[in-house]
């Protein structure tokens, strides 16, 4: 197209400075490949993104002290017993994602040591880890000591999802029988959980489960379910101002709690250790999907799972006939 007619087809009826100012932008456009405005915007983008990476990776540091007590994932995960770190979290035994696995290499269990935990929006992990000494692990109080209700069998893939009583976000009681016909995926969780990367991915991880099941038309019967384990802290009224953070469709998602007594019953049955620490509570993870028949189909055990396998588990977990 000539200059002309771009200033005729861009301007009509506009004044003259404008007919000037598009002239001289035409002539800058033959001259210069790679227009200033363009260079403008680019360069702007640049800046915006770099902006949002400062943000996105602020990470915050404590420097803390514990005991060594078993390396996992080949390096990569550490068991520590680790002191409460003030203005964040109580004391405990937890494993810790390791930054570079050859700072454990030398550690054994029973070993003092100090480490740096690094905390973001979203991550955690830890790093400059130095063993300071040594320490005799205090011996496990016998099991034929401990008071423990009647438990769950530990459920294996294909058996059939035992019925639990729990009251949700709104006070209302519901019944895991009820969700038969449709595919339940349901996690485990506590609101007061400090790690990004343990209860809150679980919840965000469902959330995107929620979102991707909510644009198939062709899959509705299903049931997301989080279930706390800290009662006593997360009761409905607390659930129901946590669980708007994660957008949840009342008709799909339930957040829920239950008595201690059926959460050790559960507990045993998806292998979920659940120990009470001070004013935390010790766990692992479970993260569960059963078919429309009732049965187990699935145990995630672990945070390494993805919304996009599970959203894939829980539409083969609908094609099965109650």
């Known amino acids: 197209m000539k200059s002309g007619a771009l200033e005729r087809a861009t301007f009509s009826g506009g004044g003259l400075n404008q007919k000037i100012s598009t002239h001289n932008e035409n002539i800058m456009y033959q001259k210069n490949p790679f227009p200033i405005r363009v260079a403008a915007v680019f360069l702007a983008g640049l800046l915006c993104l770099a902006s949002g990476a400062r943000a996105q990776t602020k ?14 994932d080949t390096g ?35 070993d003092q ?34 008071k423990m209700p009647e438990m769950f069998q530990e459920l294996k ?20 029988k009820d969700f038969r016909g449709q595919a339940l995926g349901f996690t485990f969780f506590f609101t007061r959980c400090p790690l990004p990367t343990y209860c809150p991915r679980m919840n965000q991880n469902l959330e995107a489960v929620q979102a991707a099941l909510r644009e198939s038309p ?20 607390h659930l129901a101002t946590y669980a708007q953070t994660y957008h949840p469709d009342p008709q799909h998602w339930n957040f829920a709690t239950t008595s201690p007594a059926e ?48 959203t894939a588990a ?4 609908m094609e099965v006939r109650p």
């Open 263 to 310: 959460i050790q019953r559960l507990a045993a049955a998806f292998d979920l250790m659940v120990l009470p620490n001070g004013g935390s509570i010790t766990h692992n993870l479970r993260t569960v999907v059963v078919d429309a028949s009732g049965r187990v189909r699935k145990i995630f055990t672990d945070n390494g799972w993805t919304p996009e396998e599970f």
């Open 76 to 110: 990569h995960q550490a068991v520590i017993q680790h002191e409460a770190i003030p203005g964040y979290m109580m004391a405990m035994t937890m494993p810790f994602t390791v930054k570079h696995p050859e700072e454990i290499k030398p550690l054994t269990p029973g």
């Open 314 to 317: 829980m539409k083969q977990a």
């Open 59 to 72: 990470v915050t540091h404590y420097n803390v002290t514990g005991i060594f007590k078993e390396s996992r």
């Open 218 to 237: 062709a899959h509705t019967n299903w049931q997301l379910l989080s279930i706390s384990f800290d009662p006593e802290f997360d009761t409905p009224q």
């Open 113 to 146: 040591i100090t480490f740096r935990l690094n905390v973001t929006a979203s991550d955690d992990w830890i790093d400059e880890i130095q063993k300071t000494g040594t320490n005799v692990p205090a011996a496990a109080a016998p099991l034929a000591a401990m």
């Open 157 to 176: 893939i294909g058996d059939l999802l035992p019925d639990a009583t729990l009251t949700n976000q709104s006070g209302g009681v519901i019944h895991l």
